[in-house]
């Protein structure tokens, strides 16, 4: 038999970085689970990506138990982490803050396809490159 859900959580979270204190614990506290179980798996679970933001949905049940799935971190994140900038520019249509080349936005694609709602490299690409559009940053992609 299906445990009973209690509720499903979306938060993101610097990978291999969770802790007790806010906005974690804050947000677990609630629904009575073991949040220190949860931050060591998810610490466990996502130390290779070292600091990358990773969204989890983290399904919660009755019985206090959980269980969780790691998304794709957000594909402005893997932009500015191509590039090593901070943000993404604050007027994109005026003022560009870089350019990414057709090789990095499928370097990009590659790791955000599972997240995509598409299974084709190409209009992913197109996808990556409308995001990085919006941050102020030129592409290689038209």
């Not at 959980?66 to 994109?92: A, D, H, V, Y």
């Amino acid at each position: 038999m299906a445990k009973e859900i209690k509720q499903i959580i979306k938060i993101t979270i610097p990978a291999g970085q969770a802790s007790m204190a806010p906005p974690i614990g804050p947000t677990l506290a609630p629904y009575g689970i073991n949040t220190q179980d949860f931050c060591t798996q998810f610490n466990e679970k996502t130390k290779e990506a070292n600091g990358i933001l990773t969204p989890v949905v983290l399904t919660i049940y009755e019985d206090r138990t959980f269980s969780f799935i790691l998304k794709t971190p957000p594909t402005s994140e893997l932009i500015r982490r191509e590039l090593n900038i901070k943000k993404g520019s604050g007027q994109p249509n005026l003022k560009k803050v870089g350019k990414l080349t057709k090789e990095q936005i499928m370097k990009i694609v590659d790791i955000k396809l599972p997240d995509l709602n598409t299974s084709d490299p190409e209009q992913a690409a197109k996808i990556v490159a409308g995001t990085a559009k919006q941050m102020g940053i030129d592409t290689d992609i038209n």
